[in-house]
């Protein structure tokens, strides 16, 4: 089966292509950047956050805008979606965020142990599926990741609209060094409401709309300061 790519498509990723928020294969900082986010890109030392799978950074930009002496860094795989995230930076002149086209399973290649301060994970598929487990974006495997790239008592930040993915990431985040000192099933109808910042994804809105709740999970990296 042969997929055609739209115009739309075509015109993003090219936009990404040349943005200069936009990091991706080809880009000279692809390979340099480890470890160096605030020498070579952001320019500053300020603590970085890190958005995994960010689709079109609705909260990578979001809490740009609300924490402007923090770096943000959206990651996704998807070009086109970094595109409309990209231009939503620009047109707003946020010089605190960066994108970074890469799959979430070679942070290594880009991150380097305690580099980042928060994490966090939006929204994910759930792959609800058995067979699926090990793409659950919280399974153990990510987890350790994590867990390396976080600095000491750096937070992990997780909101979904899938009771499934919410109580499997309860489960493993409770066999892991990521201590949860937030947990709720309805983020709307709890007194962690804040610890959202007031930010919602396009489909965050419509899941509220219909009626579903939106569980929430805030978890502490509790290994021990490596320096």
């Given at each position: 089966m042969i997929r055609l790519v739209t115009r739309r498509k075509l015109d993003k990723y090219q936009y990404s292509q040349e943005a200069g928020n936009v990091?991706?294969?080809?880009?000279?900082?692809?390979?340099?950047?480890?470890?160096?986010?605030?020498?070579?890109?952001?320019?500053?030392?300020?603590?970085?956050?890190?958005?995994?799978?960010?689709?079109?950074?609705?909260?990578?930009?979001?809490?740009?805008?609300?924490?402007?002496?923090?770096?943000?860094?959206?990651?996704?795989?998807?070009?086109?979606?970094?595109?409309?995230?990209?231009?939503?930076?620009?047109?707003?002149?946020?010089?605190?965020?960066?994108?970074?086209?890469?799959?979430?399973?070679?942070?290594?290649?880009f991150f380097q142990e305690d580099d980042i301060s928060a994490i966090w994970l939006i929204h994910p598929d759930p792959h609800v599926r058995e067979r699926d487990e090990k793409k659950r974006l919280t399974h153990p495997t990510y987890l350790k990741q994590y867990e390396r790239y976080l600095e000491a008592g750096g937070e992990f930040h997780l909101k979904t609209d899938s009771q499934d993915l919410y109580e499997y990431s309860m489960k493993v985040l409770s066999e892991s060094n990521l201590a949860v000192t937030v947990q709720t099933r309805n983020l709307y109808e709890s007194d962690a409401f804040g610890a959202h910042y007031g930010i919602s994804t396009h489909y965050e809105r419509v899941f509220v709309?219909?009626?579903?709740?939106?569980h929430y999970i805030n978890a502490l990296n509790n290994k021990s300061a490596s320096h």
């Open positions: 990091i991706e294969r080809g880009n000279e900082l692809y390979t340099s950047i480890k470890g160096k986010w605030g020498e070579l890109f952001f320019k500053n030392s300020n603590p970085l956050v890190l958005e995994l799978a960010c689709g079109k950074g609705e909260y990578t930009t979001g809490l740009a805008q609300k924490f402007p002496n923090v770096n943000f860094i959206g990651i996704d795989i998807k070009g086109d979606r970094l595109a409309r995230g990209s231009k939503i930076a620009g047109d707003l002149g946020l010089s605190n965020v960066a994108f970074l086209r890469s799959s979430i399973k070679y942070l290594d290649e709309s219909r009626g579903f709740s939106i």
